[in-house]
């Protein structure tokens, strides 16, 4: 019998986001952007390391350190060792979520009877 397991569930909830990073490999720097965040890790698209490889990740002044988990030709997903619970990169976050969650303006809702056209034919 195959040892097959189905992947665990992420563990944060993934938002989406558009915010200029920096990325740090070993050898250089590459900007790069976050299009897709959460707590424990983010994609970045621009930029690519090897999967496994540690990297940081400057914004707003700070930096926060990645693990490479998946890599392709532009783009790569990391995980964060430490949890964003604080700093730039966790307000960015927060303003994301919270933009989201705002309603969208009831431009047509009026108080008046529904009614034909504009003079209120039956």
Not at 38 to 54: I, K, Q
């Amino acid at each position: 019998m195959d040892n097959f397991r189905l992947p665990a569930p992420r563990g944060h909830k993934r938002t989406p986001v558009s915010i200029d990073v920096t990325v740090n490999g070993i050898l250089n720097f590459v900007d790069g952007r976050i299009t897709d965040l959460s707590e424990g890790g983010a994609r970045v698209d621009g930029a690519s390391m090897p999967a496994r490889s540690r990297c940081e990740i400057h914004y707003g002044g700070e930096v926060t350190y990645a693990v490479v988990m998946w890599s392709e030709f532009d783009r790569m997903g990391v995980r964060f060792p430490y949890e964003l619970t604080h700093g730039a990169l966790h307000k960015a976050l927060q303003s994301a979520r919270s933009a989201a969650m705002i309603e969208p303006a009831q431009i047509f809702h009026r108080n008046r009877p529904a009614v034909f056209g504009r003079r209120g034919l039956s």
